[in-house]
Nanobody, 120 residues
């Protein structure tokens, strides 16, 4: 059974940093891409970063480019999202996902999210 779980959220001051983790199981980690998503109150869910574990390529949405970094640890089957210089607009529920196609942009399985709240 494919499982993903995001954790590491919390309260952080604007300008601060936070690292989220996405633990996974039930599939061949190295063959899959893992994406990070977020959903702010009253807004649609948006994809913000993705890493392809097969070739290491990454993708970032413009609003987080240069501030967030996605990385992968195959020994732990875990993907991280390092958030730096956070802004009030980064407040959202963050979740991770993967798909059977093996590349970024295709998602079939979603994990439960973790709340990130940025304070001024």
């Amino acid at each position: 059974e494919v499982q993903l779980q995001a954790f590491g959220g919390g309260l952080v001051q604007a300008g601060g940093s936070l690292r989220l983790s996405c633990t996974t199981s039930g599939f061949t980690f190295g063959d899959h891409a893992i994406g990070w998503f977020r959903q702010a109150p009253g807004k649609v869910r948006e994809g913000i970063a993705c890493i392809s574990n097969s070739d290491g390529r990454t993708w970032y949405e413009d609003s987080v480019k240069g501030r967030f970094t996605i990385s992968s640890d195959s020994a732990k089957n875990t993907v991280y999202l390092q958030m730096s210089s956070v802004e009030l607009e980064d407040t959202a529920v963050y979740s991770c996902a993967t798909g059977n196609a093996g590349y970024c942009g295709w998602y079939d399985y979603w994990g439960q999210g973790t709340q990130v709240t940025v304070s001024s």
